[in-house]
């Protein structure tokens, strides 16, 4: 038996006892759904899983009855365009490919609608895509490659708005900008250095704001120094964006099926048969968006490229109004703070405050108590009226991290016939909208000016010989970041005023989860 051959009878296998008790009774072949998976880890795991519920965040918690799909592939068909993954990418590709193309295509989801990521999140849209600030664009690729980077994400934005501004797609939006906090004096030099840069290189007008402008106007953090504002930055309802998108989609045509894991890939005669439990999906392309998820043995394009690390989130019950007074949130829109294991945070509508940042190594990790009580620590440094508070929602999910941390829109097969778009480190709730629009473009074979960036014309890089060992480089990492954010530059000067550079340009790039 192929390796494909015994994936689908495991699968078949799993389908319980009941359907042979009553074998009269045609049971779609996701049933019943399999319980959430909190130890599910895509560095070790063959795939996904296959119907699994939700991981339980606010977001399912607070979002209603999601709305109608497809349903699990029940039978063998053709189609011009697979789309593997049904987060915001594979989503918002179905959308453009329809809206733009005319192309109907056929979105496959290994669990429920945007099981991934995209239902996990912390809801920030800012302007970046990948884990590089604006200065480390410029000295990767020079100044007029970095400020076309910057035209891109530019763009990015107004796609994203334009969506978010459909009649489908009720997200909640706050916007209000995006605030990059100093964690400690010694940040606030990097962040002024960076804002003078962002106005005077890319003409986007960003200020520096000092700790008692911040905690005045915007919120009362603790440990803030002083910050950057950049003007753009939403705050969004993740999984009400998600529904929005899957809305608009069927809308437009797309076929999305849930419950329908890829577990085999073939070539035959030029078409790819993409095998799931319930069917054979023959396309003349596929576009990959499976992002962290991405199972190892899909495809080789994708093997090993992308390194998933796990970012966990809390939120606490709704505050009461002391509480509300003593953090005294001024805004609702997205805060991230400078450490390179940074927390992001936000007040939400409801008066919970959400706040995450980087978990276990390893999925079986992933429940360790320690990770909790971490992320716990930092809430109560920022805001210490809300030490040990009740909470009411934890989870953790997976971010598809790049090795050189910037995503890739890219077309890996001399056949013209595969498609990926992934790897934006923790910054994908804005750039996937985009991302999608691009891989639609690709996917439909127009050419373009924009297309002349190395995120759309070279492949995510490999780890080569020292892939097996880069969760040792991982943990060995995160020790020397959590001694340089909490230990080193701690001397220095609090902001106490508006520096000369206010008024000044743009964003970090860099605030990825
Ligand atoms: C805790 C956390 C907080 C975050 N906060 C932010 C934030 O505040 N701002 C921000 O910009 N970004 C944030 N991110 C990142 C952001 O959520 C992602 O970049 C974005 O959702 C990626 O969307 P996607 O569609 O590419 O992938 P995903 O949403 O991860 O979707 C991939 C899908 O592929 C499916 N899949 C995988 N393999 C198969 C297969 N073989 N067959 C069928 N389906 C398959 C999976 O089931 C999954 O549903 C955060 C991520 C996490 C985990």
């Known amino acids: 038996m192929s390796e494909t051959e015994e994936a689908v009878a495991a699968e078949k296998e799993s389908v319980p006892a009941a359907d042979a008790v009553t074998p009269k009774v045609r049971r779609p072949k996701h049933w019943p759904k399999s319980s959430y998976d909190p130890h599910y880890d895509p560095v070790v795991d063959k795939g996904p899983g296959h119907n699994r519920d939700y991981a339980p965040t606010y977001w399912i918690g607070t979002a209603g009855t999601p709305p109608a799909d497809d349903g699990p592939v029940s039978e063998d068909f053709d189609t011009d365009v697979a789309i593997i993954g049904s987060g915001y990418t594979g989503l918002s590709c179905a959308i453009h490919l329809a809206q ?45 490659v970095a400020r076309r980077m910057h035209d891109e994400v530019t763009e990015a934005f107004e796609v994203f708005r334009e969506l978010i501004g459909r009649d489908e797609i009720d997200c909640e939006p706050q916007e209000g900008g995006h605030l990059y906090l100093a964690h400690k004096p010694g940040a606030m030099p990097r962040l002024e250095k960076e804002c003078a840069l962002l106005n005077e290189t890319f003409g986007y007008g960003s200020r520096i704001l000092s700790r008692g402008e911040v905690h005045e106007k915007y919120v009362r953090d603790q440990e803030a120094c002083g910050a950057m504002w950049e003007p753009d930055g939403t705050c969004i309802h993740a999984a009400k964006l998600a529904f929005g998108y899957l809305r608009l989609a069927r809308k437009l045509g797309a076929k999305v099926h849930t419950g329908s894991p890829v577990l085999g890939w073939e070539r035959v005669n030029g078409i790819h048969h993409l095998i799931t439990p319930g069917g054979v999906v023959r396309a003349k392309s596929v576009a990959l968006a499976t992002a962290g998820y991405t199972p190892p043995g ?115 097969d001399p056949g013209q016939s595969v498609f990926y778009a992934m790897g934006y480190g923790g910054n994908g709730v804005m750039y996937s909208a985009q991302a999608g629009r691009r891989m639609a473009q690709l996917v439909a074979g127009e050419e373009s000016a924009a297309f002349d960036l190395p995120i759309f014309t070279s492949p995510l890089p490999s780890h080569g010989i020292l892939t097996p060992f880069r969760r040792l480089g991982q943990r060995a990492m995160y020790y020397w970041y959590a001694f340089n954010d909490e230990k080193l530059g701690q001397k220095g000067r609090v902001q106490d005023e508006v520096p000369a550079t206010d008024g000044g340009a743009g964003p970090s790039g860099g605030a990825g989860q």
């Open 100 to 144: 733009n193309h005319g192309i109907e295509a056929v979105v496959l989801e290994a669990n429920t609608v945007a099981w991934g990521c995209s239902t996990r999140n912390g809801g920030q849209a800012q302007i970046s895509s990948g884990r590089l600030k604006r200065s480390e664009w410029i000295a990767r690729w020079g100044v007029d």
């Open 298 to 412: 899909l495809n080789h394009v994708t093997r090993h490229r992308l390194m998933p690390i796990l970012s966990n989130s809390i939120v606490t019950r709704p505050l009461e109004d002391d509480e509300k007074e003593a953090c005294g949130f001024g805004t609702l829109s997205p805060l991230t703070d400078t450490r390179v294991l940074r927390h992001y945070y936000r007040m939400l509508p409801d008066g919970c405050v959400q706040i995450g940042s980087r978990s276990a190594v390893t999925g079986d990790d992933a429940e360790n108590p320690k990770h909790l009580a971490l992320l716990r620590a930092g809430l109560a440094r920022k805001f210490p009226a809300l030490e040990g508070i009740d909470l009411d929602y934890s989870w953790w999910g997976w971010v598809d991290v790049s090795h050189d941390m910037m995503p890739r829109i890219f077309c890996p």
